[in-house]
């Protein structure tokens, strides 16, 4: 059974960092692309970012680059986001996912991100 | 970025009734390799997404036969044949053929 599971979320001051975690167990982790997705209330689910089988290739949506890094570690079958420079429209339930190609189709249950002085 | 939006936002149905759901993209998602990668998912209260469809017309594994998802180009449709208590929620569509990829904005399903 596929199974993804996110830590690392909490409350953290504008301006913060965090690093979310997310350990997959039931599958090839090293053969599958590998995705953040948020979701709020107001912007609903927004991709976040993706990275590739062996970490080679990262993509990331415009409002958050240059202040978040996605990464993988094979061995260990985990997916990391380092998220710095925090802002408020950053809070969100942060989804760990997998990608097949195109799609996602495994997520897991999330880990809320909020930021707030 | 390619916009996804839905139509309608709400949807009250009733027991055994059919339903129908829009996604309409601002552009076309049929890839350079002749695939359309038009997603949808569901939603329950408190749970994360699930997958129903993917590449436009296919089922996921487990999903029942009376959710099918049709469409060409810019204009798809996501159909429940007769919708049932345990379908209620928030459904997505989700474009993965241009990066980023997009989602719309969500439909909500009840029961009348």
């Known amino acids: 059974e596929v199974q993804l599971v996110e830590s690392g979320g909490g409350l953290v001051q504008p301006g913060g960092s965090l690093r979310l975690s997310c350990e997959a167990s039931?599958?090839?982790?090293?053969?599958?692309?590998m995705a953040w997705v948020r979701q709020t209330p107001g912007k609903g689910l927004e991709w976040v970012a993706l990275i590739n089988t062996d970490g080679s290739a990262k993509h990331y949506v415009d409002s958050v680059k240059g202040r978040f890094t996605i990464s993988r570690d094979n061995a260990k079958t985990s997916l990391f986001l380092q998220i710095n420079s925090l802002r408020v429209e950053d809070t969100a339930v942060y989804f760990c996912?997998?990608?097949?190609?195109?799609?996602?189709?495994?997520w897991g249950q999330g880990t809320l991100v909020s930021v707030s002085s | 970025d390619v916009v996804m939006t839905q139509s309608p936002l709400s949807l009250p149905v009733t027991l055994g009734q059919p339903a129908s759901i829009s996604c309409r993209s601002s552009q076309s998602l049929v890839h350079t390799d002749g695939n359309t990668y038009l997603n949808w998912f569901q939603q329950r209260p408190g749970q994360p997404p699930r997958r129903l469809i993917y590449k436009l017309s296919n089922r996921d594994s487990g999903v029942p036969d009376r959710f099918s998802g049709s469409g060409s180009g810019t204009d798809f449709t996501l159909k429940i044949n007769r919708v049932e208590a345990e379908d209620v929620g928030v459904y997505y569509c989700?474009?993965?053929?241009?990066?980023?990829?997009?989602f719309g904005q969500g439909t909500r399903v009840e029961i009348k």
């Open positions: 996912a997998r990608d097949p190609g195109w799609s996602v189709d495994y």
């Open positions: 989700m474009q993965g053929t241009h990066w980023p990829r997009t």
């Open positions: 039931g599958f090839t982790f090293s053969s599958y692309s």
